[in-house]
């Protein structure tokens, strides 16, 4: 909830005094609230967070899913999507089928693994908060201002990493579901 708190209570004001407009809907819809409370947290987590024990996810399936996010969904959409899958699974077959063919191969590939996790972590965190840009309307001079919008989300992809980890996967996403909660609380709140 400390993120829901920065950004509703300090970055939106701010925001608006910036001439940086939030594209969230003005009142709370039933259909928004769909998205917000059962889309997002459970489409959001398995996207940035589920696979986050598997290098071979976090190295080619995680980046796919993620780079699908930023394109606009049109009809063209799902092809590229298929495209991007398929070629993601071959490269990791690929990659599986040449580097564990050798003895102590897969051992060695598990340790440099582990020893760059710490950076795959802070990329997926990273990757998460930049996935919230599109909430904020940053069209204009003051568009840069949007990175510190997203802080909070940056935060939160810190904490529901951590809890994937330590907890797993559902304690992820009811933290992500109880963030988004008090969001529409708020937003229902205020308007």
């Known amino acids: 909830a400390l993120n829901i708190v920065i950004e509703f209570g300090v970055l939106a ?6 001439g940086i407009g939030s594209k969230m809907p003005e009142s709370v819809t039933p259909g928004w609230v769909l998205v917000a409370l059962g889309f997002a ?6 996207v940035f967070r589920a696979g986050l024990r598997r290098a071979g996810y976090v190295l080619f399936i995680g980046p796919a899913l993620i780079a699908l996010l930023a394109l606009p969904w049109r009809q063209a ?5 298929a495209a991007m899958l398929a070629l993601s699974l071959a490269t990791w077959l690929w ?8 003895s102590g191969a897969r051992f060695a590939a598990g340790r440099r693994f582990i020893s760059g996790y710490a950076r795959v972590f802070w990329a997926y965190a990273l990757a998460f908060a930049l996935a919230h840009v599109a909430n ?7 568009g840069a201002l949007v990175m510190l919008l ?9 904490i529901a990493g951590y809890l994937r980890l330590r907890d797993g996967l ?9 963030s988004n909660a008090v969001a529409v609380a708020l937003m229902a709140a205020t308007t």
């Open 136 to 142: 904020w309307d940053w069209s204009g001079p003051r």
């Open 41 to 46: 947290p459970m489409a959001e987590e398995l």
């Open 77 to 81: 959409t799902l092809i590229v999507i």
């Open 95 to 102: 990659v599986r089928k040449i580097v564990f063919r050798r």
């Open 13 to 18: 004001p701010l925001a608006v005094r910036a």
């Open 170 to 178: 559902r304690a992820a996403v009811l933290l992500h579901f109880a």
């Open 150 to 158: 997203v802080a909070p989300q940056f935060l939160g992809g810190i």
